[in-house]
């Protein structure tokens, strides 16, 4: 955990700092997850997505080649902005833990209507705040915490309102939480996100947890699949 805890200190430090302000155009220099100043709100909803990693330059080639991302980086070359056909998907951001090791993670935003007041829901159904609410430049207002399972996300309240559901092949489409106790995950995201979590069956038979609110579905709950993966959030293109 101290690798992961590392990263997403620096990557908070860097959207506080207002890295991406005037090094790469208009788009970075608000750093919004939907265009537009009056998109309605989406709590529940996964609503934007950072990736940490060592080298942001291969990493922006990696989807730009794969996936068509246009994927502007900074002059520094420590952050950069990605977007499909003028549409925000994702920012890219550079960090080396302390120690040197490294590892590449997908951050995932959920937006809340209110982050100070989850803050409080955060602690009693047995999560971390990790980085208290900040307002991050051009963003919203946002909070780093870890779920009891050991999960990390940012809980958000984006400043132009969430962007509208993706349905563009290249784009987001799914979140899935991989983790080691199921009943503890989904009562955490119930009690901070107001989920609503239903027992569903795949087309082998296999059943899974899904969360929504709204009678909207926003993300599956499964055991961790494959040996010696932390608790962690996985995006579907």
């Known amino acids: 955990m101290k690798l992961k805890l590392t990263a997403f ?20 220099d608000y750093g919004a997850v939907a265009n537009g100043t009056d998109n ?7 609503v934007w997505m950072d990736l940490l990693t060592t080298d942001v330059a291969v990493a922006s080639r990696f989807y730009g080649d794969v996936f068509g991302w246009d994927v502007e980086i900074s002059e520094g070359g420590e952050y950069a902005y990605a977007t499909l056909d003028g549409r925000p998907l994702a920012a890219i951001v550079a960090y080396e833990d302390e120690i040197g ?19 409080s829901a955060v602690k009693r159904h047995g999560g971390a705040i990790i980085e208290p609410p900040e307002d991050l430049p051009g ?3 946002s909070m780093l915490v870890e779920d009891p399972t050991g999960a990390v996300l940012m ?29 503890e ?4 995201y119930e009690g901070v996100a107001d989920y609503r979590t239903v027992a569903v069956k795949d087309s ?9 609110r709204d009678q909207t579905p926003y993300a599956s709950v499964v055991h961790s699949p494959l040996p010696n993966v932390e608790p962690t959030w996985l995006a579907y293109l």
């Open 40 to 46: 309605p709100q989406r709590p529940g909803a996964v």
């Open 204 to 212: 082998a038979g296999a059943r899974y947890k899904v969360m929504g």
């Open 9 to 28: 200190a620096a990557l908070t430090m860097l959207l506080m700092a207002g890295a991406p302000v005037a090094v790469a155009g208009p788009l970075l």
């Open 185 to 188: 995950a989904t009562a955490f």
């Open 139 to 141: 963003r919203g207002r």
């Open 101 to 119: 090791a490294a590892e590449g993670l997908w951050l995932p935003s959920v937006s809340v209507s209110d982050v100070d007041r989850a803050l």
């Open 155 to 183: 809980l958000l309240r984006a400043s132009g309102g969430d962007p509208a559901p993706d349905k563009q092949v290249n784009a987001w489409f799914w979140n899935e939480l991989w983790t080691d106790d199921v009943a």
